[in-house]
């Protein structure tokens, strides 16, 4: 009888007590209405690591850029570096010209190809360009024809005939010309990303150049070189003991 009625006590208690989940997780209530409270998922290792060495490695390169760890050297630095080939010199030449003059030029290129039937924000470029360059004006002195110098039979009268003095091609002073504005299209951006000279500059270049040879041509350069080269001449026969030098120009 004994053993009876504790089986019967026994069953009664686990009738009465409340059902466990298998997780250990409580059973909410079917009128409770606060939310459910999620469990919080940690990070896994293989991504927390690299993460935080990240977050370092961050750390101490603003830190070196910004200066705040002196000791550290800055590895965001740039440096230049010259790997420039020695010098080859290719040839001498004796010059026999004498420069007389020498123009100084400075224009502003405005070089601007557009399409015919496309906006210039899709298919146009416009450059302008500050050149500055230099053209010498010289005399020949090596082609001094055969009896243009003559001397008195006391070598105290001498004459000279000399050519008429020429222009030597310009030169573009790089350190003083540059690109002011450029403009391009799409289209243009595109073929410039591929290309191996962004900007055409060279064609640029070549028309400051050539602007600047025909403002040459248009002053009196080769009137002050031809100037120039007598006073030259003459001071240089009088010292040699000339009391009387003439120099002129060939007709």
């Keep these: 009888m004994a053993l009876l009625r504790r089986s019967r006590s026994a069953r009664s208690d686990s009738a009465g007590a409340p059902e466990q989940n298998p997780d250990d997780t409580p059973r909410r209530s079917p009128g409770d209405k606060t939310p459910p409270r ?21 750390f101490f390169l603003a830190g070196a850029h910004l200066g705040l760890f002196p000791s550290i050297p800055n590895p965001l630095e740039r440096r230049t570096v010259d790997r420039s080939q020695p010098v080859l010199l290719r040839s001498i030449q004796d010059m026999k010209h004498f420069t007389g003059a020498q123009g100084n030029f400075q224009l502003v290129v405005d070089l601007d190809r557009e399409a015919a039937f496309l906006p210039s924000a899709l298919l146009g470029h416009r450059t302008l360009y500050v050149a500055a360059g230099t053209v010498d004006a010289y005399v020949d002195l090596a082609a001094l024809e055969k009896g243009a ?4 039979g006391d070598r105290l009268s001498a004459t000279v005939v000399v050519p008429h003095a020429q222009l030597a091609a310009p030169a573009l002073d790089v350190g003083r010309s540059y690109v002011y504005l450029q403009q391009r299209g799409l289209f243009d951006r ?5 290309s191996s000279n962004p900007g055409n500059q060279r064609q640029v270049e070549m028309l400051a150049t050539q602007k600047i040879e025909q403002a040459a041509k248009d002053t009196e350069l080769a009137q002050r070189a031809e100037q120039s080269t007598r006073s030259m001449l003459e001071g240089l026969l009088r010292s040699a003991g000339f009391t009387t030098v003439t120099v002129t120009t060939a007709p």
């Design 38 to 58: 999620r469990e919080r998922r940690r990070t896994p290792w293989y991504v927390g690591l690299p993460v935080t060495l990240a977050a370092i490695v961050a």
């Design 149 to 152: 110098v003559t001397v008195s």
């Design 190 to 194: 595109i073929g410039d990303f591929f």
